[in-house]
């Protein structure tokens, strides 16, 4: 008996995101897809749960693309990181900032939040959830924070920090179910909805 190996479905897929990282992890499924960037304003408001407002986000960006999309299935992701303290941060934007960011984090621990959708734009089903995940600094000097900054660059970076790259070497822990929510999108989780909606993952 013989077997396809590649992934197949008759749905186009479509990541709602810009992100080179969530790019990257949509691409171990081995499917086929179209990225395109969302139309949402992204401001995080301090009043919300973090859940609720990664799912309203993630929901957000995919339903951005229906038009565009009439006949896909789109993918969504959002995520925040809510510090210690309980306040909800978003990406530095420059060194400065990150800098400041770790400054505060470490020797603490952390959750990041990430929210995950996908919309079929032809029936107009929608799916959301979100997962957590929880990491604890180890203690770093102020001269330990400032040459990862400026070695890594991670402005873009919800926390300050890549943990797919040298970020790991700030952690003392790690604690979650998907390490991919982590990095902003939960591969288990996704895998789980694709199939519900009759992609064949394997």
């Given at each position: 008996?013989?077997?396809?190996?590649?992934?197949?479905?008759?749905?186009?897929?479509?990541?709602?995101?810009?992100?080179?990282?969530?790019?990257?992890?949509?691409?171990?499924?081995?499917?086929?897809?179209?990225?395109?960037?969302?139309?949402?304003?992204?401001?995080?408001?301090?009043?919300v749960a973090p859940e609720l407002q990664?799912?309203?986000?993630?929901?957000?960006?995919?339903?951005?693309?229906?038009?565009?999309?009439?006949?896909?299935?789109?993918?969504?992701?959002?995520?925040?990181?809510?510090?210690?303290?309980?306040r909800i941060l978003g990406k530095p934007?420059?060194?400065?900032?990150?800098?400041?960011?770790?400054?505060?984090?470490?020797?603490?621990?952390?959750?990041?939040?990430?929210?995950?959708?996908?919309?079929?734009?032809?029936?107009?089903?929608?799916?959301?959830?979100?997962?957590?995940?929880?990491?604890?600094?180890?203690?770093?000097?102020?001269?330990?924070?400032?040459?990862?900054?400026?070695?890594?660059?991670?402005?873009?970076?919800?926390?300050?920090?890549?943990?797919?790259?040298?970020?790991?070497?700030?952690?003392?822990?790690?604690?979650?179910?998907?390490?991919?929510?982590?990095?902003?999108?939960?591969?288990?989780?996704?895998?789980?909805?694709?199939?519900?909606?009759?992609?064949?993952?394997?």
């Open positions: 008996m013989s077997s396809d190996p590649t992934p197949t479905t008759t749905r186009d897929l479509v990541l709602a995101s810009t992100s080179p990282y969530r790019l990257q992890l949509l691409r171990q499924l081995g499917l086929a897809f179209h990225v395109a960037a969302p139309q949402v304003n992204e401001t995080i408001d301090q009043q990664v799912k309203y986000l993630a929901s957000q960006k995919a339903l951005s693309l229906g038009a565009k999309y009439p006949d896909a299935l789109i993918i969504g992701a959002d995520q925040v990181f809510v510090d210690a303290r309980g934007g420059n060194f400065e900032r990150a800098e400041e960011q770790l400054r505060l984090m470490v020797g603490k621990s952390h959750v990041f939040y990430t929210g995950l959708c996908v919309y079929d734009s032809a029936g107009g089903q929608l799916l959301t959830d979100y997962t957590t995940f929880r990491v604890t600094l180890r203690t770093l000097s102020r001269e330990q924070i400032h040459r990862y900054v400026r070695r890594e660059n991670p402005v873009d970076c919800a926390g300050s920090f890549k943990i797919e790259g040298l970020g790991i070497a700030l952690m003392e822990k790690m604690e979650g179910e998907d390490y991919t929510a982590l990095i902003g999108l939960p591969l288990i989780r996704l895998t789980a909805m694709l199939e519900h909606f009759g992609v064949r993952i394997l």
